[in-house]
């Protein structure tokens, strides 16, 4: 009775796993392919053009070899941008087109590059270029991950160390009572 | 007594499997959020983690209730392996926390209510373990336990709810009933999230499960030292 149902309870483990892998599979197999569809360019701000009331209307990038690209926008466009204090503007377009004007003005200014996401030539995003900061905040990646596995290990470690005391004072009581 | 580290265990397979995917998905699928770089990945760690050390004290004050109730050490056993393993989980929230701060608030810790009481935490869960070792084992030991567990338990919703009570600079709630509408995450990042909080669930169950027969076989040897006196007395009677 009880090996038929550690082997039911085994198999439905079994059937589990397999089912919440081929979920998961199929759900990134379906948004890999939908997160491909935005492509990324990184430059130089060479042109800023806004309407009558000073909002934004398009802009232009030149990339590294010097190819101009003008990007359209949408109200969704997102803005992550920061002044030459460091201090991180984020809105979008629909909510501050005469702002993020301004922003990309003094970028133009500064030439401090940014990163674009964009599809059909519309603008996703404008980021600072990630490059500028990737480095940093890497290190913080690491050391998140490395302590985390590293006191995961460490406590599997001494959960194995307390495991074998307990059995060797076990055994030896045992032979002990005979 | 049984192999409690066994390798083929389904649910360490199972917890494996899913940590390959959870990693898959944190560095290589999900896009770079917009505001804050690559450091934002820490998120797809640290709010596991701390759902983690909560779901942890849930366990101990549930475990507790149920042993204050039946009477059953089975429930004593449970309360203790998810105190030891929620002990772990709630250092590695305040660690991935502070390292997180460090480049975003340009801090390491700042007194605000969600910190502080995630650190209450922490210490509750060091009070329990540390009165278990060095309160004489027992019944009574069993029962004070039960009633600190309890006690323990009051801060998980302070904690949930401090970021909603206590604006600070704290991110609001992002998941489960008082969360933000305008802070949830999108749609990419969300289910990222589910997915290693899902992980981290797995392993904190596997870790309780193999702590629990780890504190089943300390009992027995408990029993089997009691045994073993017992008989050495009534030989020498």
Redesign the interface.
Request: charged letters at 15%; proline letters at 6%.
């Given at each position: 009775m009880t090996v038929t149902r550690t082997i039911t309870r085994a198999g439905a483990l079994r059937i589990a796993f397999a089912m919440i892998v081929a979920l998961s599979l199929s759900i990134v197999q379906t948004n890999v392919s939908s997160a491909q569809d935005a492509s990324v360019l990184s430059g130089i701000v060479v042109g800023v053009e806004t309407d009558e009331n000073g909002n934004l209307t398009r802009f232009a990038v030149s990339d590294s070899s010097g190819e101009v690209t003008t990007f359209e926008l949408s109200a969704d466009t997102q803005y992550g941008l920061e002044n030459q204090a460091g201090d991180r503007w984020v809105s979008n377009q629909g909510d501050e087109p005469s702002e993020a004007a301004r922003r990309l003005r003094d970028h133009r200014e500064r030439f401090a590059p940014i990163t674009v996401s964009f599809e059909n030539g519309t603008a996703l995003s404008v980021v600072e270029r990630e490059e500028g900061k990737l480095e940093a905040n890497l290190g913080y990646l690491f050391a998140v991950f490395a302590i985390t596995w590293a006191l995961f290990f460490a406590y599997v470690l001494y959960v194995g160390s307390k495991q074998r005391v307990l059995q060797h004072e076990i055994a030896k009581l045992q032979d002990k009572l005979g | 007594?049984t192999?409690?580290?066994n390798l083929l265990d389904?649910?360490l397979?199972?917890s494996a499997?899913?940590m390959g995917?959870t990693l898959?998905?944190i560095f290589v699928?999900v896009?770079?959020e917009?505001?804050?770089?690559?450091?934002q990945?820490?998120l797809y760690?640290?709010v596991p983690?701390a759902w983690g050390s909560m779901l942890g004290i849930f366990v101990v004050s549930g475990s507790s209730f149920m042993y204050l109730w039946k009477k059953n050490e089975k429930w004593d056993r449970l309360a203790v392996a998810s105190a030891e393993?929620g002990v772990?989980f709630g250092?590695?929230m305040l660690?991935?926390g502070m390292?997180?701060a460090?480049?975003v608030w340009a801090v390491w810790w700042t007194g605000e209510a969600k910190l502080t009481t995630a650190l209450i935490l922490f210490f509750i869960y060091v009070a329990y373990l540390m009165f278990r070792a060095y309160f004489p084992p027992g019944a009574q030991r069993m029962r004070l336990a039960a009633i600190i567990g309890l006690i323990g338990a009051i801060d998980t919703p302070i904690i949930y709810f401090a970021a909603n009570l206590w604006a600070d600079a704290h991110p609001p709630i992002i998941a489960g009933p008082a969360a933000d509408a305008e802070s949830t995450l999108g749609s990419?990042l969300g289910?990222v999230l589910l997915?290693s909080t899902l992980t981290f669930t797995f392993?904190f169950i596997y870790?309780v499960q193999?702590?629990y027969k780890?504190r089943k076989?300390?009992d027995?040897?408990i029993e089997?030292?009691r045994?073993?006196t017992a008989?050495v007395m009534t030989g020498a009677n």
């Open positions: - | 007594m192999k409690v580290l389904p649910l397979i199972l499997a899913l995917l898959y998905l699928w896009p770079t917009l505001n804050q770089g690559a450091v990945r820490i760690f640290h983690v393993v772990v250092g590695l660690l991935t390292i997180w460090r480049p990419d289910m997915a392993i870790l193999t702590r780890i076989s300390e027995d040897l089997l030292k045994a073993s008989a």
